[in-house]
Nanobody, 115 residues
Framework: QVQLVESGGGLVRPGGSLRLSCAAS????????VGWYRQAPGKERELVAI???????HYADSVKGRFTISRNNAEKTVYLQMNSLKPEDTAVYYC?????????WGQGTQVTVSS
């Protein structure tokens, strides 16, 4: 049974930083692509950042230069370092692990950016 457990969300002031973590179990982590998505109230879920098995990354334009996705295959964990946070980054953040038709989601972690 695949499980993804996210942590690291919270309340932060504009300009602050947070690091999200997503620990996977029940899966051969290294052969899966990983990613982070977010969903703000009243909006659709959107891509934030993805990393493939070779380490190649893609970021949404809105987070380029501020967010960094990384993975540790030995620990089966994917991270999202978020710097220079803005109020518009407020959302529930979901980790995603995908390979071919297999697509797994975490439960989501709330990130709120507010003064």
């Amino acid at each position: 049974q695949v499980q993804l457990v996210e942590s690291g969300g919270g309340l932060v002031r504009p300009g602050g930083s947070l690091r999200l973590s997503c620990a996977a179990s029940g899966i051969i982590f290294s052969i899966h692509n990983v990613g982070w998505y977010r969903q703000a109230p009243g909006k659709e879920r959107e891509l934030v950042a993805i990393m493939d098995t070779g380490g190649r990354t893609h970021y949404a334009d809105s987070v380029k230069g501020r967010f960094t996705i990384s993975r540790n295959n030995a620990e089966k964990t994917v991270y999202l370092q978020m710097n220079s946070l803005k109020p518009e980054d407020t959302a529930v953040y979901y980790c995603n692990i995908q390979r071919q038709s297999n697509n797994y989601w975490g439960q989501g972690t709330q990130v709120t950016v507010s003064s």
